[in-house]
T-cell receptor, first 115, second 113 residues
């Protein structure tokens, strides 16, 4: 079956602009996660959705970052007033159930470059 | 709070040699532990996971890892390296109270012919 997909695969924007990154999870997966991976680092947690609601957004770095999942499937990560430090690969993952032991299935990521 | 330390950001082995990638974790509650592999321009793929059943966990592509509570370690091994094993490997931890994964900084594995 289809895995997690993310669009776009690459996004180049200018400092101060607004961007949206999209994630399509595996069909039927109720849990959805966003992570950010900076160069040479492991992924860092941003936000976790259970269904339509954000169950944990403690990883969002500041109020310029926001994410939604209005119908409990597709999710959009929104970044306002982008800064050069936001440049990273943004990873989305989904899992069938919100158990901590569940495998998270990752998408290929969106590489964001802020000039 | 949880944390993961991967010793050695770069590891090189010869083809056919033993692969050993080190991971130590810190967790105040019983952890769940994961190893993921990342090939260039691809997403993270699960190799194996420990969820409090058997302490020796076997994964895909001939990899295995042993959970050692006394050493707070979860090292990844493979008896004989293949060229196709060259990739970046990440160790991660979660627990019953924190569904998100906390990752180490990764180990880049190079396999020499």
């Amino acid at each position: 079956g289809a895995g997690v997909s993310q669009t776009p695969s690459n996004k180049v924007t200018e400092k101060g602009k607004y961007v949206e990154l999209r994630c399509d999870p595996i069909s039927g997966h109720t849990a959805l996660y966003w992570y950010r991976q900076s160069l040479g680092q492991g992924p860092e947690f941003l936000i976790y959705f259970q269904g339509t609601g954000a169950a944990d957004d403690s990883g969002l770095p500041n109020d310029r970052f926001f994410a939604v999942r209005p119908e409990g499937s597709v999710s959009t990560l929104k970044i306002q007033r982008t800064e050069r430090g936001d440049s990273a690969v943004y990873l989305c993952a989904s899992s069938p159930d919100p158990k901590s032991s569940d495998t998270q299935y990752f998408g290929p990521g969106t590489r964001l470059t802020v000039l | 709070a949880q944390s993961v330390t991967q010793l050695g950001s770069h590891v090189s082995v010869s083809e056919g040699a033993l692969v050993l990638l080190r991971c130590n974790y810190s967790s105040s509650v019983p952890p769940y532990l994961f190893w993921y592999v990342q090939y260039p321009n691809q997403g993270l793929q699960l190799l194996l996971k420990y969820t409090s059943a058997a302490t020796l966990v076997k994964g895909i592509n001939g990899f295995e890892a042993e959970f050692k509570k006394s050493e707070t370690s979860f090292h990844l091994t493979k008896p004989s390296a293949h060229m196709s094993d060259a990739a970046e490997y990440f160790c991660a931890v979660s627990d019953w109270s924190a569904r998100q994964l906390t990752f180490g900084s990764g180990t880049q594995l190079t396999v020499l012919p």
